[in-house]
């Protein structure tokens, strides 16, 4: 039974996301007793096509002469002509825009049930059975899938990296699907160029609404610049205009997972933990001892952000420099 | 033009979660309903495009697939604004059987622009809008962050990942809805509140659909280890344990 996995680029590069796909569809492939074929569309090198092969892909599929913008119909032909001509049973594709826009559409063209926000293996593969989150994050379902076919998409920094050192065969694919269909047509295209994206970001370091003004936010930027991390806050800090809207985090914003996520003047309401809660450390400063954000923290200093943050500042810069 | 706004009825965000019948199983008891918040926002979204004359907006639906237990969420949509309200008698199943209904309802009611939450916020499933937008066989524009009426089109903000696009799409489709859309949620005046109770709620039976997944099992998380706290006078120890023992630096 052959996986596919779509994998993403971004102009032309593949980034961590699409190789946590590629590991994660290889070890559901030796579950189920095959082999992974990835999915390019767009523009992409040979060499950069080829390194999939590192993460167990032992075939890619490539359609360079994909259309500039994402047309949810159009997508979902070219993936459901690979699913036909791989004769796959199972798709991973990433829980982010894309995923979401057009693994709903592929489950009712392909008639396979879909797991969304997938946060490991399966536990069983006959019936497949994988684990979600549900509740935004308060707590995981086993979802069972019903048909002989199933989507998945995989949630984002859920599965290690696993270099398998193996090496893919890249074939041009061509899907045979009709472009004259496409209704929706894109008028312009705003990149965020240059800025570690919050949702790549392995380091996060955030403020709230203790942080009391927009002008305090010096030193989170500069910590995050230390460490190589990207900055996000909590909602009234963007629903204030101190800070941009992507950088909300939470519930109704993003939900990032990244290694360490560095709370200050934060109260830690559900709504925010709904976002963040997935991160592998959390360290919160807060003046109030009693701030929920304690129970969901892992390292905690009852203090004031303003008068911490520098030191933290000065102190990592003396611990990097060793 | 009508619009369609598909409404999820969530509990509570600040909801307890707890589980029955062996964990297989959502325990609504005591829990408080609300519209899920995606959808308050498509729906305050709607309302502004409908008051603005300069839009051809003729009528604006909400619909819900639930038992009649949902109906205060729905009446809560009325009163926010929507001229009427639709309820499919059926418990909400998985999002092919509620897209599944939700079509028929489309099919039978004509409608321009048809829009649907980027997520139910008990589920998180990201599922609906685009099974329903498939089922019809009509465009779909995800993570909309922005809508507005030109020449008879909806022109679109939407995010992608790394970015974001404008787009512009015809009708009928499928917008799914993300934070952006609207600023704050509209409350229902009383005024609302008094109209809503005159505003049609029709209730039409479930048509036959298959569930395609089950949720078989949930689990709580396990918890957490407490927190290790550090003076604020020991910033340097709290550097320390992140890089030795954390291994985050
Ligand atoms: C439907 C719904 C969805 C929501 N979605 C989100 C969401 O996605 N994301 C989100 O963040 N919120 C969301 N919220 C809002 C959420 O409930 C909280 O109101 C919000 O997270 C609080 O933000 P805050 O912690 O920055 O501010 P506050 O709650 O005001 O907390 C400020 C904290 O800073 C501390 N503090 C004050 N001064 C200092 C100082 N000098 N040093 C250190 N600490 C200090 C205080 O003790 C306090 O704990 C949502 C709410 C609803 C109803
Ligand atoms: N039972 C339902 N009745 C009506 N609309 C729903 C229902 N469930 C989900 N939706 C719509 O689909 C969106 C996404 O839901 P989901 O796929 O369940 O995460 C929601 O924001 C609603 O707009």
Redesign the pocket.
């Known amino acids: 039974m052959s996986v596919l996995v779509y994998t993403e680029n971004w102009d032309g590069k593949f980034k961590k996301l699409s190789l946590e796909l590629v590991s994660y569809a290889s070890s559901l492939a030796k579950m189920v007793g095959g082999s992974v074929t990835a999915l390019s569309i767009g523009k992409v090198e040979q060499d950069e096509l080829s390194a999939l092969g590192a993460y167990g892909a032992t075939n890619v599929l490539s359609v360079d002469d994909a259309p500039g913008g994402l047309d949810n119909q159009l997508y979902t032909s070219i993936i459901t002509a690979a699913m036909e001509m791989t004769g796959s049973k199972v798709l991973v594709l990433a829980h982010n825009n894309t995923g979401k826009a057009i693994a709903p559409r592929l489950s009712v063209r392909l008639k396979a049930g879909l797991a969304t926000g997938v946060t490991a293996l399966p536990e069983s593969v006959d019936p497949l059975v994988v684990p979600k989150k549900v509740f935004s994050g308060k707590a995981f379902a086993k979802v069972k899938i019903l048909t002989d076919s199933a989507i998945l998409t995989l949630a984002q920094n859920s599965f290690e990296l696993t270099e398998t050192g193996g090496s893919a065969s890249i074939e041009a694919f061509d899907p045979g699907v009709d472009v004259a269909g496409v209704r929706t047509s894109i008028r312009d295209v705003q990149k965020q160029e240059g800025k570690l994206l919050l949702s790549d970001a392995e380091v996060v370091i955030s403020?709230?609404?203790?942080?009391?003004s927009t002008d305090n936010w010096g030193p989170i930027e500069e910590l995050a610049e230390v460490l190589g991390g990207a900055t996000a806050?909590?909602?009234?800090?963007s629903d204030e205009g101190w800070r941009p809207h992507e950088e909300?985090?939470?519930?109704?914003?993003k939900i990032i997972a990244p290694n360490l996520y560095m709370a200050?003047?934060?109260?830690?309401?559900?709504?925010?933990l709904?976002?963040v809660s997935s991160s592998k450390c959390i360290v919160a400063?807060?003046?109030?001892k009693d701030?929920p954000?304690f129970e969901a923290a892992d390292y905690g200093i009852v203090?004031?952000?303003?008068?911490?943050l520098p030191e933290l500042v000065t102190e990592i810069k003396a611990a990097k420099a060793q | 033009m009508r619009i369609l706004v598909c409404i999820s009825n969530v509990p509570d965000?600040?909801t307890k979660v707890k589980f029955s019948n062996d964990n297989t199983a959502f325990d609504d008891s005591g829990v408080q309903w609300?519209i899920n918040?995606w959808d308050e926002l498509a729906l305050t979204r709607t309302m502004e495009l409908k008051e603005d004359a300069s839009n051809p907006v003729s009528n604006v639906t909400v619909v819900t697939v639930g038992p009649a237990g949902a109906e205060p969420t729905l009446r809560k949509a009325l009163a926010i604004g929507a001229d009427d309200a639709i309820r499919v008698d059926a418990e909400s199943g998985d999002a092919h059987f509620v897209a599944a209904q939700l079509a028929s309802v489309v099919n039978d009611g004509e409608y321009d622009m048809i829009f649907c939450g980027i997520e139910s916020?008990d589920y998180n499933g990201s599922a609906v809008g685009g099974m329903l937008s498939e089922m019809l066989d009509i465009p779909s524009v995800s993570a909309v962050s922005s809508l507005r009426i030109e020449n008879g089109e909806a022109v679109i903000t939407r995010d992608i990942d790394g970015g974001k696009e404008e787009v512009s799409v015809p009708t009928p489709f499928v917008g799914v809805v993300q934070?952006g859309i609207a600023k704050e949620?509209r409350i229902a005046a009383m005024r609302g509140i008094m109209m809503a109770r005159k505003k049609p709620l029709q209730v039409v039976p479930a048509i036959e659909a298959e569930p395609l997944i089950h949720y078989q099992e949930y689990v709580m998380p396990e918890p957490k280890a407490p927190c290790k706290m550090i003076e604020a006078d020991q910033v340097k120890e709290l550097v320390n344990l992140l890089q030795n023992e954390a291994k985050v630096l």
């Open positions: 403020g709230g609404r203790g942080m009391k806050c909590s909602r009234p800090v909300h985090t939470g519930q109704t914003g200050f003047g934060i109260s830690g309401a559900i709504q925010h709904a976002g400063v807060n003046t109030d701030a954000i203090g004031d952000a303003l008068k911490v | 965000t600040t609300i918040p916020s934070k949620p």
